[in-house]
């Protein structure tokens, strides 16, 4: 069965640093690209990042390019998003997404970030 | 960047009524590459179709997806108390891979 589980999410001022994990299970971790999504209070879904299985295409939305990271550890099955200057709109459920063929296929729960002072 | 419009913003339908969900892009998308997800309150969203017309394992067959180029939709034949949610749409043809704002169906 495959399980993306999320944690990391945490109260964090804003111009703060927070880094998201994604424990990864249930299938070969290193075959499949994988994303970020996030969902602010009350609103839709907005995508964020995408990373291949070998690392080597990183795409990022223009609201967090410059500011957010996305990584993997294959040996670890486990998907990164490294966050810096945090903004209030920042405040969100990030979910971490496998990328099957040619869509999302699988999401985890999500974490919940909240920027504020 | 691809803008998804999805219309309408929210449908309200009785139990057994036919539900139809539109999807619109700011430019040609390679339909292979266009899905549909749903999401309930307090749930993450769940695939429902990819590929624009290929329904996701296990969703049931009163879900279907058509369109091409600019125009997709998505049908619920006869709507079941559990399909009231949000729909979203997304392209994955070209970065940034975006979502539509979605499109609520409640009860009337």
């Known amino acids: 069965e495959v399980q993306l589980v999320e944690s990391g999410g945490d109260l964090v001022q804003p111009g703060g640093s927070l880094r998201l994990s994604c424990a990864a299970s249930g299938f070969t971790f290193s075959v499949y690209g994988m994303n970020w999504v996030r969902q602010a209070p009350g609103k839709g879904l907005e995508w964020l990042s995408y990373i291949s299985g070998g690392s080597s295409t990183i795409y990022y939305a223009d609201s967090v390019k410059g500011r957010f990271t996305i990584s993997r550890d294959n040996a670890k099955s486990s998907l990164y998003l490294q966050m810096y200057s945090l903004r209030d709109e920042d405040t969100a459920v990030y979910y971490c997404a496998r990328y099957g063929d040619r869509q999302i296929d699988y999401w985890g729960q999500g974490t919940l970030v909240t920027v504020s002072s | ?108």
């Open chain 2, 1 to 108: 960047e691809i803008v998804l419009t999805q219309s309408p913003g929210t449908l309200s339908l009785s139990p057994g009524e036919r539900g139809t969900l539109s999807c619109r892009a700011s430019q040609s998308v390679d339909s292979s590459y266009l899905a549909w997800y749903q999401q309930k309150p307090g749930q993450a969203p769940r695939l429902l179709v990819y590929g624009a017309s290929s329904r996701a394992t296990g969703i049931p067959d009163r879900f279907s997806g058509s369109g091409s180029g600019t125009d997709f939709t998505l049908t619920i034949s006869r709507l079941e108390p559990e399909d009231f949610a949000v729909y979203y749409c997304q392209q994955y043809d070209r970065s940034p891979f975006t979502f539509g704002p979605g499109t609520k169906v409640h009860i009337k």
